[in-house]
């Protein structure tokens, strides 16, 4: 589910989301608003507003009027479960903290008593040249049977700013809206369909209107009574019988501006804090870069210690063997101390000689090597050994004789 679908859901009074979903059909009520029937659902859930059952509309296809559950009294919950608008502002203003100190050391001293002129200098005014969305808005809107007309040929965007008002009540939107679009220009910002953008950052601003007085168990119906609710971020500002909405617009948009500022400041710290985990991480990775290359330099001069170990101790067998040479020299067994001087020579890692009998392959530690297996006969291979080590001897006197009638018939030579 994406946030703009919240945002759509949220900014819709409870009263008026009961009405819609047990007016019209879930589907064709997510088509219109371009949300999922899902996000209905959850929506209504988490606010405490009945869904009507699978079989609802058949019964009503049908004929039958069946029962429609009262809207009962609502108690929020947490944040996040009452429909809330999702990342409208998540570092919420503590009672602590100053809003107005915040801005200052964000934006820089005297932010403040710009942003206060510019709410102060808000004058709304009925006539008012309005911007082309406002004033479309305006015009789409300027009946009831125009707005039906509108609501049956289109389909309702998430980029418009309110949701199935009374036509009486668009053209005070829009002054409002224009007046404060132009106080946000003054402070270097932009208004357009989409919502306010301030100090770099997008605030959304929302309204709706409260359906007239109805009995309980009574299903709400499209009686609205003029009274408008606006909703920036988390902040609502509504109309009272003796309080009109066009009052709080200077403190409104006061705080439009410190909820931008507080996305700004949010924006700012998460930046710094991936700034410092990147800087923790690449340092983290030269330390272990240079942790791994120490090791490998360590693990390199082990090796060619123990290398240098086991040709020592290959020298000391050769060392061995020439003393035991000369030993045999002393004796007068001259042959065989020459004998052992070759294999001691074969042997030592300095020397490295070749041998007529062990050649180049010499052993790592000057070790004698090993012995070589001898080849295992078979037994077809031993009878044959036994057949043909028989001795021949001297040939038949009959063959003899034969041999002397070919050559004397045949004139056979040899």
């Known amino acids: 589910m994406s946030m703009s679908e919240l945002e759509v859901l949220a900014h819709i009074d ?3 989301l009961y009405s819609f979903v047990w007016g019209i059909p879930a589907e064709i009520l997510a088509e219109r608003m371009r949300v999922s029937v899902v996000s209905i659902e959850r929506s209504c859930a988490n606010r405490g507003i009945p869904f009507p059952g699978e079989g609802y509309w058949m019964k009503v296809a049908a004929g039958v009027k069946p029962a429609i559950p009262p809207l009962t009294k609502h108690r929020p919950g947490p944040r996040g479960t ?6 409208a502002v998540s570092n919420a203003k503590a009672k602590e903290e100053d809003p107005f100190r915040v801005i200052n050391e964000l934006l820089g001293a005297g932010t403040v008593d710009l942003i206060v002129s510019a709410a102060k ?9 309005l911007r082309p969305h406002l004033s479309w808005q305006r015009d789409v809107c300027s009946s009831e049977r125009a707005l039906q007309r509108w609501l049956s040929e289109n389909e309702l965007s998430c980029r418009h700013l309110w949701y199935y008002p009374s036509p009486g009540s668009v053209a005070r939107m829009c002054a409002i809206l224009e007046a ?4 946000a220009e003054s402070l270097g910002g932009s208004y357009d369909e989409g919502g306010f953008d301030i100090f770099g950052e997008r605030v ?3 309204f709706s209107e409260h359906l007239g007085k109805y009995r309980k168990g009574q299903t709400p119906s499209r009686a609205y009574n003029g009274l408008l609710t606006m909703y920036i971020g988390t902040d609502v500002y509504k109309d009272f019988r003796k ?6 617009i200077p403190r409104a948009f006061v705080n439009l501006c410190v909820n931008a500022a507080y996305q700004a400041k949010d924006r700012r710290d998460a930046l710094e804090a991936l700034i410092e985990t990147r800087a923790r991480y690449a340092s983290r990775q030269a330390s272990i870069a240079a942790e791994n290359e120490r090791r490998k330099s360590f693990n390199r001069e082990a090796d060619r210690y123990a290398e240098a170990l086991r040709l020592a101790n290959a020298h000391d067998r050769a060392e061995s063997l020439r003393r035991y040479a000369r030993a045999l020299e002393g004796a007068g067994r001259s042959d065989e101390a020459a004998w052992v001087l070759a294999k001691a020579d074969w042997a030592d890692p300095v020397t490295h000689s070749h041998d007529m009998v062990f050649g180049d392959d ?4 000057g070790s004698a090597p090993a012995r070589k297996p001898q080849i295992p006969y078979e037994s077809k291979g031993m009878e044959a050994d036994g057949y043909f080590g028989q001795p021949i001897g001297d040939p038949s ?3 003899e004789a034969f041999r002397n009638i070919l050559r004397e018939h045949r004139n056979l030579e040899g």
């Open 121 to 129: 200098a808000i004058v709304i005014d009925p006539n008012a040249e």
């Open 14 to 16: 409870r009263e008026m």
């Open 180 to 183: 404060m679009g132009r106080a």
């Open 243 to 248: 309080k009109t909405l066009e009052r709080d």
């Open 362 to 365: 010499h052993t790592s530690d």
């Open 204 to 206: 959304h601003v929302g």
């Open 82 to 87: 009452t429909g809330t608008v999702e990342g």
């Open 397 to 399: 006197p009959t063959l």
